[in-house]
């Protein structure tokens, strides 16, 4: 995406979603008060694919009270997701003023047939089941109290939400998790890749970092309730550092990935299911390394390294 776009991009739905959430108000105590909003994307990785296309129509919203809101675009916007991982953000609404108030959700709509995937052997179609209906919808309510400013992160877990079928076609079940920005700590660390393979010859790259909620088991993604809540790849560049943001405050599981393109989110389909987590004699099967505990602080940065 460059620059010009991006700007355009930024500019256009920022002012579309403002004038949404100034339309709808709000059924809180400060109702008819302003309040300052922003709203950025951020993603999760997912592997062997280069692009992941998403293009927004519209933004609907829904005041605690009243009738849902919803704001087209004139012009369709595209946004490649992966252009945003490793703690890097699209700012979509930037210091807004709104109507202060309180709100039940938000829904992004998609224009299925301009919305795409592209691998090493082209572009597919992506398909986000029931996406014509519903669109992406965040059912995380929120207050936004007069004079309050207030700033949301999405973070688009593309790794958990897109599965390739046995058909060879591309599925995103999208799995979404919205972090308030003033609330949320920052992850980072770095991996010494030679010392972990030397230490365990069966931790091969490429490499990942999973984030799991503390007492949930490291395990490889099933499509369950204890999948990593994030996750973010090894650039293998040298350097070897990561960044995992925005994580809500609270103590966390963080585990290396060996072998992480190996893993993908089961959709029941054994042609497609191939991560063989757990299994033993296969050079490829993906591993766990350097299990910890980790805490996470409002506001501040926290250091994990993998050596």
């Known amino acids: 995406m460059n620059p010009t776009t991006t700007h355009f991009q930024r500019t256009l739905l920022a002012g579309l979603v403002a004038a949404g959430l100034s339309a709808c108000g ?52 595209s946004i490649n997701l992966l252009d945003y991982q490793n703690g ?128 949930d088991s490291v395990d490889d993604m099933d499509g369950d309730d204890g999948d990593p809540i994030a996750t973010v790849n090894l650039a293998m560049d040298g350097v070897n550092d990561y960044t995992v943001s925005p994580l809500d405050p609270g103590t966390y599981t963080v585990a290396l990935a060996c072998n992480s393109d190996q893993d993908t989110a089961e959709d029941g389909d054994p042609a497609t299911d191939d991560d063989n987590y757990g299994e033993t004699g296969d050079a490829d099967d993906m591993s766990f390394y350097g299990e910890a505990n980790v805490t996470i602080t409002a506001g501040e940065m926290t250091t994990h390294d993998f050596n």
């Open 26 to 77: 709000g059924g809180g105590s400060d109702s008819g008060g302003t309040g300052s909003f922003s709203l950025s994307i951020t993603d999760a990785p997912v592997d062997n694919v280069t692009e992941v296309v998403v293009t927004f129509t519209a933004v609907t919203l829904k005041p605690a009270d009243g009738d849902a809101i919803t704001i087209t675009l004139d012009t369709p916007q």
């Open 88 to 215: 890097a953000s699209l700012t979509l609404v930037e210091d807004e003023t709104v109507t202060a108030g309180d709100y039940a959700w938000i829904r992004l709509e998609l224009d299925q047939d301009n919305t795409y995937i592209v691998d090493g052997t082209g572009q597919h179609d992506l398909t986000i089941p029931s996406s014509a209906q519903t669109g992406l919808k965040l059912n995380n309510s929120f207050a936004l109290a007069a004079d309050e400013m207030l700033a949301y992160t999405i973070d688009f877990n593309l790794r958990q939400s897109v599965h390739l079928t046995g058909a060879g076609d591309y599925i995103m079940r999208p799995t979404l998790r919205m972090v308030k920005d003033d609330e949320a700590g920052t992850l980072k660390g770095s991996v010494d890749v030679a010392t972990v393979t030397s230490s365990d010859p069966s931790c091969s790259t490429p490499m990942a970092v999973y984030v799991f909620e503390e007492g």
